[in-house]
T-cell receptor, first 109, second 115 residues
Framework: SQQGEEDPQALSIQEGENATMNCSYK?????LQWYRQNSGRGLVHLIL?????REKHSGRLRVTLDTSKKSSSLLITASRAADTASYFC?????????FGKGTRLHILP | DTEVTQTPKHLVMGMTNKKSLKCEQH?????MYWYKQKAKKPPELMFV???????INESVPSRFSPECPNSSLLNLHLHALQPEDSALYLC??????????????FGEGSRLTVL
């Protein structure tokens, strides 16, 4: 069962532009995480934001969390070809980490 | 590079075969996970082991049998699978398996094809 729902499902942007992905979830959470997956590979953890935090930065990544709206956004600034991947938000529920449907990001040269 | 190692990377098996997927981590993590991922879908949780005990089974069919021989190893035994079980099977670990689980470390996955 899915907890998170990302939008858009797919996103194509020019290299150098910023990419924004959104995630909505249904139940209360302890934290929300974002992961990246290159085609057919394992997932790589990008960033974790706790329920009492509103914004977090890591390099070119900026994550926001609005618990009142049960939503989060991931911003990737100055995109690069290597950012082409699927991005998933993940929330914890009953000691489980549940992944959203994901956004497929394609960076155009 | 991942610190969670999965073998084999690829596996093709018939519906009557018995095979196993293996996962190993040496980060001292106390929780290990199996996820199943179909093409263009998110990973779906199958099993969670916390401190070598099965803590979560997401109503997975009995043809999938997990085993945690020790805190570093996690196996998934496969028997009498169906073609629809073909997927990427991902192993992950975390520092512990509490409600505030934190970051998951994933292996590269085992690509399973059932003929």
């Amino acid at each position: 069962s899915q907890q998170g729902e990302e939008d858009p499902q797919a996103l194509s942007i020019q290299e150098g532009e910023n990419a924004t992905m959104n995630c909505s979830y249904k139940t209360s959470i302890n934290n929300l995480q974002w992961y990246r997956q290159n085609s057919g590979r394992g997932l790589v953890h990008l960033i974790l934001i706790r329920s009492n935090e509103r914004e977090k930065h890591s390099g070119r990544l900026r994550v926001t969390l609005d618990t009142s709206k049960k939503s989060s956004s991931l911003l990737i600034t100055a995109s690069r070809a290597a950012d082409t991947a699927s991005y998933f938000c993940a929330t914890d529920r009953d000691d489980k980490i549940i992944f959203g449907k994901g956004t497929r990001l394609h960076i155009l040269p | 590079d991942t610190e969670v190692t999965q073998t084999p990377k690829h596996l093709v098996m018939g519906m009557t075969n018995k095979k196993s997927l293996k996962c190993e981590q040496h980060m001292g993590h106390r929780a290990m996970y199996w996820y199943k991922q179909k093409a263009k879908k998110p990973p779906e949780l199958m099993f969670v082991y916390s401190y070598e005990k099965l803590s979560i089974n997401e109503s997975v069919p009995s043809r999938f049998s997990p085993e945690c021989p020790n805190s570093s190893l996690l196996n998934l035994h496969l028997h009498a699978l169906q073609p629809e079980d073909s997927a990427l099977y991902l192993c992950a670990s975390s520092r512990d398996g509490t409600a505030d689980t934190g970051e998951l470390f994933f292996g590269e996955g085992s690509r399973l094809t059932v003929l």
